[in-house]
């Protein structure tokens, strides 16, 4: 069965103190791994995919990269407004649907 | 370009009730989404439409949820009759295609007292 893993469940950054999310997955293949960002009250918005192993991509403070095992959301420098649960979830082969992780609740105290 | 839609937005009802939700995805897409999200969990997915035709219902208890999606646009979601451990934020989503990136609805929160 697909498994999502997500670490810290809960992270308190000061602002403009870099760190990383982790999302560790166990799946049969694997044809993509998401993240979304979710803000309270409001659905997950889409931010990243990554395919394959060694890739990377960026968007503003934010960088996702992946290995075969696991992911990482690299946060550099975050501001308050960063402060959000990231979601992570992985799509395997033949398959549709999302395997999303518990996520991780981040908070950046100004 | 406009986003999914749900509504409503909120909804409280009693145990043994019934209760629908409604989708609009965004135009275009043919693949459709309904997740169940609990406090503290990631979404869980519920059913999951190809235009008309249901690709995975393999985790909605349909004892007592349904879904249906008419003309491979718009959906709903009901329960019937509600259970306490049914209180979660129902997200709806759609794709263009099965392997696209799904874009999320922002939810309808219910709570079965």
């Known amino acids: 069965e697909d498994q999502v893993t997500q670490s810290p469940e809960a992270l308190r950054l000061q602002e403009g103190e870099s760190s990383s999310l982790n999302c560790s997955y166990t799946v049969s293949g694997l044809r993509g791994l998401f993240w979304y960002r979710q803000d309270p009250g409001k659905g997950p918005e889409f931010l990243f995919t990554l395919y394959s192993a060694g890739e990377e991509k960026e968007k503003e403070r934010l960088k996702a990269t992946l290995t075969k095992k696991e992911s990482f959301l690299h946060i550099t420098a975050p501001k308050p407004e960063d402060s959000a649960t990231y979601l992570c979830a992985v799509q395997a082969p033949g398959a549709q649907k999302l395997v999303f992780g518990q996520g991780t609740r981040l908070t950046i105290n100004p | 370009e406009a986003g999914v839609a749900q509504s409503p937005r909120y909804k409280i009802i009693e145990k043994r009730q019934s209760v629908a939700f409604w989708c609009n995805p965004i135009s275009g897409h043919a693949t459709l989404y309904w997740y169940q999200q609990i406090l503290g969990q990631g979404p869980k997915l519920l059913i999951q439409f190809q235009n008309n035709g249901v690709v995975d219902d393999s985790q909605l208890p349909k004892d007592r949820f349904s879904a249906e999606r008419l003309k491979g646009v718009d959906s709903t979601l009901k329960i019937q009759p509600a259970k306490l451990e049914d209180s979660a934020v129902y997200l709806c989503?759609?794709?263009?295609?099965?392997?696209?990136?799904?874009?999320f609805g922002p939810g309808t929160r219910l709570l079965v007292l």
């Open positions: 989503a759609s794709s263009f295609g099965g392997r696209e990136t799904q874009y």
